[in-house]
C-alpha cells in the first residue's frame, strides 16, 4: 500500500522505515533536507515540496501527519486540504487536542476529504517494537488504511493473551478503531495522563530510596541501597514491573547518580488535557493532576509561592529559612 508522511522527525522518520520494511511504498516530505535523504537511503521515495507529495500518491491518497500539535499540524492539515481531492484521508498522527479534531474533520468534509486521529504511542523504539495506535474518525477510511495500521503495530506476539478474554479483535495487534472523530486523541490523551502518574510515582519512589541514606535519617535506620540492583530486581516477577521501569533501570545503568539530568520536566501539553477532561467530567484525579503540578514545579527553583511561604513562618514564628535540601516545613 501507498502512504504519504508529513514530518519525518524522529517518529515519522522510524515509522516510515517500519512501513517500508513491511512492503509499503512510502513518499515522504519534512522541512528538514536531511530528513528526507534519511527516508531515501531507507528505500522511500522523498519529495522536494508538499505538491511533490501529493503529485506522487496515486488516487485516492492517503497522507499521514507527524508533525507538532497546535499550529503545525493546523497549517499543515489546511495546506493538504487545498491539495487533496474528494475521497482522499488525512490522518493525523500527532498529540492533537481531541476538539481540534473534530473541528479539523468538518473542514476536509467540507472537500470530500476524510479524516482521522491517530494516537500513536511508541517513542523511538517504535521502529522496533512497533506503535499502539489509537484511531477515531471515518470507519470506512479506518477499514481502508488497516494494512498500514497492522504494519505499524506491535502484533498479536507482543503480549501474552489475556485471561479470561474472549480471542479477537485489533486490540490484540496493537491498534483499534476507538469511536468517531476525536475519540482516537481522546484515548491517547488519558494514556499520556496516566504516564505521568506512572512515571512521577517510579520518580518519588525511588528518591525516597536513595533518600534511606541520607544524614536526616537516623544512623541505624539507614541504609545505603543500589538503585540500580532496585531497578533490575523489580523488573524480574514484581507487580510493578512495566517498561517504564525498564527503562528507568537503563538509564540507572548508564548514570547511577543522573548527573546528566537537571530534573527540569517538560509537559506536551497531553497531561493539562487530561486534567481538564477531567474537570469537565467532574472525575476525581488527583494523582494525575498531582504528576502535572509536579512537572511544574520541576521547572523552578523557588516558586513565588514558596517564597510567601518562608516569609509567613518568619512573620508569625521567627523561623529562619531552611538551608537547601534539608530542614523541617
Known sequence: MQLGIVGLGRMGGNMALRLLRGGHRVVGWDRAPAAIRGLEEGGGSGAATLDALVAALAPPRAVWLMVPAGAPTEEATLALRDRLAAGDVVVDGGNTFFKDDVRRARVLAERGIRHLDAGTSGGVFGLERGYCLMVGGDRDAFARLEPIFRTLAPGRGAAAPTSGR?????????????????????????????????????????????????????????????????????????????????????????????????????????????????????????????SLYARFRSRKASTFGEKLLSAMRRQFGGHAEAKRGGGDS
Open 166 to 290: 474472549t480471542a479477537g479483535g485489533t486490540a490484540e495487534e496493537g491498534y483499534l478503531h476507538c469511536g468517531p472523530h476525536g475519540a482516537g486523541h481522546f484515548v491517547k490523551m488519558v494514556h499520556n495522563g496516566i504516564e505521568y502518574g506512572l512515571m512521577q510515582a517510579y520518580a518519588e519512589g525511588f528518591d525516597i530510596l536513595r533518600g534511606a541514606g541520607g544524614e536526616g535519617v537516623r544512623e541505624e535506620l539507614r541504609y545505603d541501597l543500589d538503585l540500580r540492583d532496585i531497578a533490575e530486581l523489580w523488573r524480574r516477577g514484581s507487580v510493578v514491573t512495566s517498561w517504564l521501569l525498564d527503562l528507568s533501570a537503563a538509564a540507572l545503568a548508564q548514570d547511577p547518580a543522573l548527573d546528566g539530568f537537571t530534573g527540569a520536566v517538560d509537559d506536551s501539553g497531553e497531561g493539562r488535557w487530561t486534567v481538564a477532561a477531567a474537570v469537565e467530567e467532574a472525575v476525581p484525579a488527583p494523582v494525575l493532576t498531582a
